[in-house]
């Protein structure tokens, strides 16, 4: 019988099915952030991930923001990739508000279950006025928990209401949840979730602008320089200032070459 080689990705694959396949929405392999260590992609995938940032960037499968720019779609990509999550997943769910990446409560929750922790809601502690939930890490004993309680007075208070009143209006149920489960998430799992806030926290905090002209060399796929420190600048301007002192020594010493004459005997 002739053995069949298996690429590398091939063995992955069929390792993981073999574990039960897809779980859950994100399809998340419980070993995936476990092998994160490696965070300087190597040559291969560091080239993939730029072909794909540069393909994808010009799609609708990108947010709004990040359409046109292959960069921004990149660190989108890398941001995924030290969560744990699929490329696509992380372009879908990372979004940039007040120029920073946000990650929505629900890839939070999904990716601290994939973990083997517990994210649950305290019975009866569930309506349109409040939302309690309860955290519990893999490996503590069971009485080892966090409680999070996320209120509509706590949603006026940040100006999440005032922001999102329609929502909290049609959906308070399902906004009190995902901001007591991102809060609980941030607080107790924090080595999961990397400190991204969620959307509305990212909303609340003060704007970070990216200058215009990143944002160009963005859009036209090319590097900007990069700015000189202060001590680069300081030793830039005495390397001009020593050549400007030698030119002027040479023209001290070597006297001027004698105006053309016009006209008249030679």
């Not at 329609?166 to 308070?172: A, F, G, L, Q, S």
């Amino acid at each position: 019988m002739t053995e069949t080689t298996s690429t590398p990705a091939e063995t992955e694959q069929r390792a993981y099915d073999d574990t039960g396949g897809a779980r859950g929405v994100l399809a998340i392999r419980d070993d995936q952030f476990a092998r994160a260590p490696a965070y300087i992609p190597q040559q291969e995938e560091w080239a993939g991930l730029k072909e794909m940032a540069r393909s994808m960037s010009v799609t609708e499968f990108v947010p709004k923001e990040m359409r046109g720019r292959p960069f921004a779609v990149l660190g989108a990509l890398l941001t995924g990739r030290d969560l744990g999550l699929p490329p696509m997943m992380a372009l879908r769910r990372i979004y940039v508000v007040n120029g920073r990446p946000s990650l929505e409560g629900a890839v939070k929750v999904a990716l601290v279950r994939q973990r083997g922790h517990k994210v649950t809601v305290v019975p009866g502690e569930w309506d349109n006025e409040h939302c309690t939930v309860r955290g519990w890490r893999k490996g503590d004993s069971p009485d080892e928990v966090m409680e999070v309680t996320y209120t509509i007075d706590d949603a006026k208070q940040a100006g999440d209401y005032d922001k999102q009143g329609d929502t909290y209006k049609k959906r308070p149920r399902q906004m009190l949840y995902w901001r007591a489960a991102g809060l609980l998430c941030d607080t107790y799992f924090p080595d999961v979730t990397l400190g991204i806030p969620d959307p509305e926290e990212a909303a609340g905090m003060e704007p970070e602008v990216l200058e215009a002209r990143f944002v160009e060399a963005d859009r036209r796929g090319e590097l900007p320089a990069v700015p000189p420190t202060e001590e680069e600048q300081a030793a830039r301007e005495v390397e001009r200032a020593a050549e400007s002192e030698e030119r002027l020594k040479a023209a001290m010493v070597t006297p001027p070459p004698p105006p053309p004459r016009r006209g008249g005997r030679s």
